[in-house]
């Protein structure tokens, strides 16, 4: 119903450069929805609004939505909501991310009905975005708030991402409880992520250590992998699986 | 000690009709353990009368105990407990799963000694209760409601059931951390989940994709099964098990 | 950098029975990396000196960390850190094991580079600590005060450790999300457990029903290790294994 | 526009025998500005739709919007509104005068344009309601209970009334901070009582040592009626006085 | 030591045009405070950096003080932060009044050594700063959430302004605790009121019925002054003094 | 029932340097008291326990009560609490001061019934017992710290008093709301402050400008006080009045 965006196209680079010009189809689909849902269940009306209608960009309102929920004493919502907006208006490379995530989940979790869906009630969603700017803050040499926000994220949403590893985008974190990722990990974009997967160290490794993951790959509940190989693109890893050697692409590996 | 509701049995159903009328005896041995408990742990007295001994039945004790778990800012523990109560006082088929549900913790769990522990300290049995009352409130087409209490069962309980979901009673739900059950997943009565059980799709299909699970069964701690297929009455899926077809009905099921 | 404690050795003894008197080492570690972390990171500077600095020794910085964690309205934090302070101002055993598995978690975890990372981020340790505090409550006879510690532990790091369970020192507890220990599961010194391990019963079987991890063992992610079984000193168990035998000293099981 | 309640009208008796029955005229209009407000302001429209809309009566309204303005770790929103609703559904004397009180607000004081405005906003109107609840508390020998209520209304409304005292009814304790009302002080109906008055004791006395206020009396802001004293019916008492003898009805004092 | 800022001069008129170009001494005197005291209390560091070091300017700083003291479930700390930097942003004249008004509280307080203990401590300046921001709200019509806030200053400060009261600059508000001004009252501006100061109305006038305070005026602690009279010019009311008539400028007055 | 603390008298001398070696009558009757109303209302045992009888001695039982009533983010519970027993437990005249105030409290309070009330239940007790660690914290030279406690106690109980005033002790503040006590004024031994009383400047002074306030007086509800003026010994100010000019000892001032 929506426009998809085409990675790579130049419409969506249009609508990422600057959102608000070009027309920006998932945050409009987003607050219609809000809209439509306010209306039938009064007792979220004003959660609704305070979290997608009174914002202007989906940027603002997710930075409201995570802020909310990472909040502790030692970290105020007022004071994250800050840091996620100077974190989010200013990379362009993560307002294009959560826009090729929300619609990764629309698109491939059938339960996700709705992209405010993702935005609002889906774990996983809010574990992906909440590292991505982790990451930003690690990469900007902030480590130790990094490292904060990851014990938090891992504490609220049970999601272990190292704020140092490198995710694509358009990932689908679907459930997300029990996801741990390491230091040295690198995923592909468009890659699937069930509950309980393991991108892990073997133990015995320094430096280097943690799985690279190719574009597309599809990793089932529970999977394991672990060391410095690489999952090919397009493969599939069956849930309960340990991997422990390459695997090649488009290959369904089942241990 | 007390005696044992028999599923279908005069005495289970006239308790259940009039809990007060016929006497409770599940509720009157919470009310007996949080009394007795109350005297020697003074730091938890108000916490046992709070939740157990200001009530006037189980429904209550459990709207309570839930409505504090559960809340934030978006849904005041006042607003909830007025839902929870609407849903349990006037469904009897949640009034009998409360407590056939009890009953298989306190049978089922060796380490559960009392039914007041299942109600008070056992986030098997809370994620369990609340998704009987997010599935309730997805079927009077309170959409948005039921997810709104989905996301929050997975985050405050890493429990992941999709409130669309249809579960029997006398269910043991130990543990609970990692289980993830979807949406048109159908789970028999007295089945036993251990945690980090999935019961998922396979990512091919959709509509009706979700496992079957018969009456009995038990699955093992980190069972992965996928798709619409069948697991028979008293089967056991081995722990770690990834489970892609159909299962003979008392079969002893390891992959 | 900093000394190592052997385990054992007369030094690690000396420190154990009175840290102030002969010195410290890893508490001045955590003194030391807060003092450089609150320099430059304004934003955390006060979380730093309220759980490090201003504190005399790492029992009391370890206390408040645990009570503002664990605290909710039952068991406010101001109760909390009494009842921790405590446990572990008087309990020789508690205090030692602290300092080992924080050496542990510096030592095997390539991503914990500070030792005040561990106190402070790590919900692997934390979860142990506060496993370790509701053990003693446990021995001490305060069954419920330990059941409703349990009970928010697994609520707030989602790992469900049983208080009357046998842990032994320098464990790490490695990311933490979903680890299952039961009842009479006795894990010795040095052991490594990854995230997901379950060490729980058959089902089966009452009284004593959990396995015996022999010292230095190392579980991998996502292993289940079930029945009154041994895993053998050393032995390494392959992540995703099912474990229903023993296992002997040093293999390395997969199944 | 809307009906008034007669004080001893018959009309007003049978509303307040059984308001559902016979209407309920301030109840509907309280609702009517509520779903005005909600669609005018969106921000406050969950909170409008709890606080009001969702409710089946003034009453249970009232415990809602107390209990959460009340609330404190040591007395749970979800414990007070139990509390709350139980006083005020089974005590014909407070479900009568809660709405009297309401009357009077939007008759007397000429900022208070709409009966819900006293319900939710003004904390004259919320301390006057708690103080109703902490006397009928106190009069069935729940003394305790009755102070620490009197102790979280003088913290959070700043108004300091003790349980003891009798208060009539269709009053107007406009603004209410600094208000001090005695242990053995009364109170008629329809008096007026302004920010900062004090109904005390000469310090001399035991016993019963505070003023008695006749019916319809107007008290100014800041006046000081000490002693065992009567202040007649229809009196004024100016702003700022200091009242240490009876006062003849109907007369004008200023000291 | 800073510059003072005279009414009505180029360069104030300059600095609050454009803030930043200018030079804005009180904001650069707030952030040489806080960073001093951050120095010598560590306990404070991160509430003084969150407070003022992180923000860029004055008027952020003084929302997110305000947001995280105002806020409750009903209006989270996130979205008044949101509602308050919106007023205070796009409002020149507000944006004078926060400075001048520290200027009154650091000139005429002799408790009040700096400018940053204004905005972070005095109560007198929280209320009234939040009433601004009412003020502001209730003239876009926005009436119900301008209630709502005048409800939970009135809550949190024991001080009741009427958001439609009008209330110049420069003002002093010492203490605060019980000052009640109303709906129609006039304050000019280089007023200064103490605490428990009434501006009301005589109860027998509709319409505009409080006082008009002349510039310069000072009303001792206590002082009501009730009616559509007018306070001259420079006039100075005693404490304690109940004023119901005009009084001329530079009187002293006390009844 | 109790014995009583003569000032100066051997046995408060004994008692107060080593309270529990000399045996603490007012503790153990806050003990007895707390035990009583813990078998009567249950649903406030556990507060009794966790505020009284979990506790070792009145210093720490108090500390308990004020950090959880004046804890917020900036400073939370678990901070404040080391913070008081700190000051508290380290300085014999605060010690003296909390015992020999609880003892005017229930001495020359009819309603004050219990000494526990004035623990648990008296924001007058609170907000002067608050004030005296403020004080403490000032003399220390942490004036930024007493300041922001300062500005928690005024907003938490609506007292104000100045961290450098001096307060005798053997002192009741009766009700608290409004009161206000200026920088340099000082308050004998055995004085009784009424709600609403202002010891302030005149405005027109600097240095050494408030009120001194002989041992015994009682000052009314509402009575202000302004200058650098004495009031004597046993002297009785009027409530409401305005007092200017010295007061002789144990004169009855009204104006």
Redesign the interface.
């Known amino acids: 119903m929506f426009p998809i965006y085409v990675m790579g196209s130049s419409r969506a680079r249009a609508v990422l450069l600057d959102p608000s010009a070009a027309g920006d189809p998932i945050w409009e689909a987003v607050k219609a929805e809000a809209r439509s ?2 209306e ?8 609704l ?2 979290s997608v ?2 914002h202007d960009c989906l940027e603002r309102a997710l930075s ?1 939505v995570l ?3 990472l909040e502790d ?7 994250l ?3 996620f907006n100077d974190v989010m208006m200013n990379d362009v490379d993560i307002r294009r991310s959560i826009r090729l995530d929300a619609q990764a989940f629309k698109g ?1 979790d ?2 996700c009905a709705q992209y405010s ?1 993702a935005l ?4 996983g969603y809010h574990s992906l975005q909440s590292y991505r700017i982790a990451h930003v803050l690690w990469n900007q040499g ?1 480590k ?2 990094a ?2 926000l ?2 938090r994220i ?5 999601v ?1 991402i ?1 704020p140092a590893a490198k995710i694509g985008e358009g990932i689908l974190l679907d ?4 996801l ?1 990722i ?2 040295t990990a690198v995923v592909g974009n468009w890659v ?1 992520l ?3 997967v ?1 991108l ?2 073997t ?1 015995k490794e ?1 430096g280097d ?1 943690h799985p690279k993951i190719g574009q597309g790959a ?1 990793l ?3 999977a ?1 992998i ?1 060391g410095n190989i690489t999952v090919g693109e397009g493969a599939m890893i ?5 991997v422990l050697k390459h695997v090649a692409p488009h290959r369904l590996e ?1 241990s």
Chains 1, 2, 3, 4, 5, 6 share one sequence.
């Open positions: 849902e306010a039938k269940e009064p007792i979220l009306s004003s959660f609004y305070a209608l009174s409201f802020a909310n929920r004493p030692t970290l105020l919502a007022t004071q909501i800050d840091i491939r059938p339960s869906w609002l009630y889906l774990k902030r130790v708030l490292l904060a990851q014990s891992s504490e609220v949403f049970a272990d190292h459930h997300g409880t029990g741990v390491g230091e699937s069930m509950q309980g393991t892990g160290g133990g320094h250590r599809l089932g509940a529970g394991t672990l069956a849930a309960g699986s340990l089942r």
